[in-house]
């Protein structure tokens, strides 16, 4: 399910949809960007639940996010058969990804609060791979090539260069172009 969190208390990650994983317990950012070429991104947030959860709701007596779930036939490794949990800012400083949207030479990534340091500069620690579907009426679809359709797998892609302006981090990447899906890993912070 998803969720347009629309409550100041819940901080930096309000004014945003979050999105939830029956499957893996996750909860996820999530970014729509409606237009001439629709899309989205989606990013995990640092949570795991004790099940599979599948409802948000804001509390209105304190502007959490209270999330319930159960596991049944699916659900995270060694989960609890259903959960209730709350999710709550606490007010901490910690950089948050709020949103991450294409542009037209790669990807731009908006945090909480300004990126600082020097690892957030350096495009030797970020990477990107890309990969199309292939559309049946089978359900799901291995990865494939975009640079040969023919070929199981993704392609890597080369990062040019990283530019940060205050909570703005740009990711130009080589060769741009209409794929369905991007996966882009920065692991500045850790």
């Known amino acids: 399910g998803q969720l347009w ?4 208390r819940f901080g930096p990650l309000s004014g945003r949809y979050l999105h939830t994983s029956f499957g893996k317990g ?10 001439e070429s629709p899309q989205g991104a989606i990013w995990k947030l640092p949570f795991q639940f004790d099940a599979g959860i599948q409802r948000l709701r804001i509390g ?4 959490a996010v209270y999330a319930v779930g159960l596991s049944g036939w699916q659900g995270p490794g060694g989960s609890k058969d259903g959960c209730l949990e709350r999710v709550r800012w606490t007010g ?5 990804l709020k949103g991450a949207r294409v542009v037209h030479d790669g990807v731009e990534l908006e945090f909480s609060g300004d990126v600082t340091g020097s690892g957030a500069r350096d495009a030797a620690r970020y990477s990107a791979k890309r ?3 292939q559309w049946t009426r089978n359900y799901g679809s291995a990865h494939y090539s975009v640079l040969d359709p023919a070929r199981k797998g993704e392609d890597e892609v080369a990062v040019k260069a990283v530019t940060v302006t ?7 990447l080589e060769d741009m172009c209409v794929v369905n ?6 692991p500045f912070g850790k």
Not at 5 to 8: G, I, L
Request: charged share 20%; no cysteine; hydrophobic share 45%.
């Open 26 to 35: 996750w909860m996820y950012g999530l970014a729509i960007e409606d237009g």
């Open 131 to 133: 990969w199309n579907y």
């Open 5 to 8: 969190v629309d409550d100041p």
């Open 60 to 63: 209105p007596h304190d502007g």
């Open 181 to 186: 899906q991007l996966a882009l890993s920065f």
């Open 92 to 96: 901490s400083k910690e950089l948050v």
């Open 166 to 172: 205050g909570a703005r981090v740009h990711v130009a």
